[in-house]
């Protein structure tokens, strides 16, 4: 297993540097200057000194000035292994914006992200597997179909217009106030509060943001679960136990619920990017500072050392995902090798 | 992405021999089995019809909501201004000098027969500033008196556009890599399978909205980006149905008479590889227009001054009293997803054959 595991890490290597590879042409061969950004935006001292003697010349003196700090003036192969060199010793440079480390931006930012995405993650797979099992024991009923079809209007549901709907109609506004706009925490928050209030304050921030990064993967998952479910319980196995005299609730709760867990495993890996995505979306709406939120700024102010990183750490957080649902895959299926998995 | 509404990955097998109805079966052609397995789901037969009506006002926008009458009787003179608008657009024709510049809605005509909603999407009227809907503005208006509805109508043509197109970029691209790889296998397939790879693992949505932030803000370059970063599933699996195609028979007598690769691929694979991708393209109009209305939404893509979906909707996150902004583009955005969504199922269901004769 553990050479399997350094194999399987090794291969992460050429990917990484792909996805590198891209985010840099992405963010280096796209029209407007981060310098010319800076300069017309007033974020660092250039603007004013040229000012004051008007002089256009000073305005290109500084931005020149500005860009060989940050080595931007240099050909881009250059740049890239720069920025590849200082990868190994996990720098990612300095932001544009205030001239912080970017590694401590995210290290800071992190845990919101995380915190989010793993409540989420909870949720999708607390309400997909009790009611994928449920449709799948009552196949074409009424509560089947009604559940399908729930699922389905549940995909669609765009996740800007739930957002919107919620922030409109139950987060003050106009109508109700059942839950706050904006932030993780109540702006009169004191380290002194009892700890009961501390969490019942958080679990109110996050409630909402939690929900809606969740509904379409529960809704697509619990038709897995029922797919899954209504393959293992057509096998013979099942027939078997059932004349033996187990009762129903035994045979799908322990025989047939175990295996069609299996595949639920695997799609673990392909919600977590999808997640990533969608706290670019909440955490805009929600005004909740994590990764999604100084992704989208960075963006706009074309912060590219911060972009650069996050690309990198969320397509490495997706492999690690993947690499992760293959080695439980196989711990809970014993059918399956280490290495000798098919692609 | 999260996984899909149902089956996802599954539809390959499931779809997969289906492709191959055109050589059995009674001489019956696949789509015409496909369209009459199709018709048996009411309800995505009733999802369809909703769609094509959804086309139909993209197509029809300007017939529906315009600031120009369809007919205007003027000084004794007959106009057709809807009509003579496009032929002016064309360059074919011009306006008369009375009628050039004129707000058709306050000329003093004799006769005037407007459309149903008398407004263009971008029809600017800041003395109506957050209407709720009522009497003229059926939906509202927004913050600057724009009325909603006529940028519901006109909002249609751009989200179904990038649908459309995306998926079209997506569908080149997919169907092209996936086709090279699994028809000639080995290093071409190492190469672009790790180039799928790379894709699958690129956070999607990031890399968009970095895209079209750092480009010019334009309907078609969203349309590009949102295409160059969807065609992952498409090519995957159509790099699948090659595989498993590339060994049947046919293909070695077609390969063994000497008909060159590129006709094999194209003439002989392609036609039964992409009964199962369609699925997928389908599914996709409805991913690329959730997209766009993301990005719209975000304040990034299309051009600020077009009224979207997505637009419109951002208005209500800092005007939170102006409900309708908030209910009605997104309830045009969840139709219409909805509407793809289910005539994608109910193709997908067409095209099991396991399914066959059931129902």
């Not at chain 2, 109805?21 to 696949?30: I, M, N, P, V, Y």
């Amino acid at each position: 297993m553990g050479s399997y595991i350094v194999q399987r890490l090794a291969l992460l290597v050429p990917t990484l540097i792909g996805i590198s590879l891209m985010g840099f042409l992405v963010t280096r061969l796209a029209p407007g200057d981060p310098a010319e950004l800076r300069a017309a935006g007033g974020l660092g001292g250039a603007r004013e000194a040229a000012l004051s003697r008007g002089k256009q010349s000073a305005v290109d003196e500084a931005m020149a000035q500005w860009r060989a700090q940050y080595g931007l003036d240099r050909p881009l192969h250059v740049q890239y292994g720069i920025w590849l060199k200082n990868l190994v010793t996990l720098d990612f440079g300095e932001s544009f914006k205030d001239n912080q480390p970017v590694w401590n931006k995210i290290l800071e930012r992190l845990p919101v992200t995380i915190k989010l995405n793993i409540f989420s993650i909870l949720l999708v797979y607390v309400i997909a597997i009790p009611l994928g099992i449920y449709s799948a024991t009552h196949p074409n009923s009424w509560s089947d179909q009604t559940a399908t079809f729930g699922a389905f209007v549940l995909f669609a549901v765009p996740l800007v217009w739930a957002a919107t709907m919620a922030i409109v109609f139950i987060c003050g506004g106009d109508f109700l106030y059942l839950f706050p706009p904006a932030g993780l925490t109540s702006l009169d928050y004191a380290p002194d509060w009892p700890w009961w209030e501390k969490v019942a304050d958080q679990a109110w921030h996050l409630f909402l943001p939690v929900v809606l990064l969740s509904y379409d993967g529960f809704a697509g998952l619990s038709r897995y679960m029922r797919a899954s479910m209504l393959e293992v319980l057509s096998q013979d196995y099942v027939q078997v136990a059932r004349a033996k005299g187990v009762s129903e609730r035994i045979v799908v709760l322990k025989h047939v619920m175990r295996n069609s867990l299996i595949p639920m495993v695997t799609i673990l890996a392909s919600i977590l990017p999808g997640l990533i995505g969608g706290s670019i979306i909440i955490e805009t709406i929600f005004s909740i500072p994590g990764l999604g939120q100084l992704g989208y700024e960075a963006v706009l102010a074309r912060d590219y050392p911060i972009v650069m990183a996050l690309f990198t750490v969320s397509a490495l957080l997706t492999l690690l995902g993947i690499l992760l649902s293959d080695l439980l895959l196989a711990v809970v299926d014993p059918r399956i090798a280490f290495g000798r998995r098919a692609q | 992405m999260s996984p899909g509404p149902s089956g996802g990955d599954t539809g390959t097998a499931l779809g997969s021999e289906a492709g191959l109805a055109k050589t059995d079966g009674g001489g019956e052609g696949l789509w015409i089995y496909v369209w009459r397995q199709f018709k048996r789901n009411s309800l995505a037969l009733s999802a369809f019809y909703a769609v094509c009506l959804l086309l139909l006002t993209a197509l029809s926008a300007d017939f529906l909501a315009n600031d120009k009458p369809y007919y205007l009787k003027y000084r004794g003179q007959s106009y057709f201004p809807i009509l003579r608008g496009y032929l002016v657009q064309m360059g074919l024709a011009k306006w008369p000098a009375e009628l050039l510049n004129v707000d058709f809605k306050k000329l003093e005509s004799e006769k005037a027969l407007f459309p149903p909603v008398p407004y263009r999407a971008s029809n600017i009227d800041l003395t109506a500033p957050f209407e709720s809907p009522s009497g003229p503005h059926w939906l509202g208006t927004d913050k600057l008196g724009r009325d909603v509805m006529a940028g519901i109508i006109h909002g249609s043509r751009i989200s179904l556009s990038i649908g459309f197109v995306a998926v079209g970029i997506a569908l080149v691209v997919g169907v092209v890599l996936g086709a090279l790889a699994g028809f000639f296998g080995s290093w071409v397939d190492m190469i672009i399978s790790r180039l799928f790879e790379i894709m699958l693992s690129l956070p999607t949505f990031f890399l968009l909205i970095t895209l079209a932030a750092v480009l010019p803000q334009s309907i078609f370059i969203t349309m590009a980006v949102i295409g160059l970063t969807g065609w992952v599933g498409i090519g995957r699996f159509t790099r699948s149905e090659f595989l498993r195609i590339r060994n049947l028979d046919y293909v070695t007598a077609a390969l063994a008479l000497g008909v060159p690769n590129r006709r094999v691929m194209f003439r002989h694979i392609l036609p039964n590889a992409l009964a199962p991708v369609l699925v997928s393209v389908v599914l996709g109009v409805a991913g690329a227009i959730l997209l766009e209305s993301s990005l719209s939404f975000l304040g990034i893509g299309v051009p600020a001054d077009t009224v979207t979906w997505g637009s419109i909707l951002n208005e209500a996150r800092s005007n939170t009293f102006a409900w309708w902004l908030a209910v009605f583009p997104g309830a045009a955005i969840f139709i219409t997803v909805l509407g793809y969504y289910l005539v994608g199922e109910g193709l997908r269901e067409a095209l099991d054959p396991r399914l066959r004769g059931s129902r």
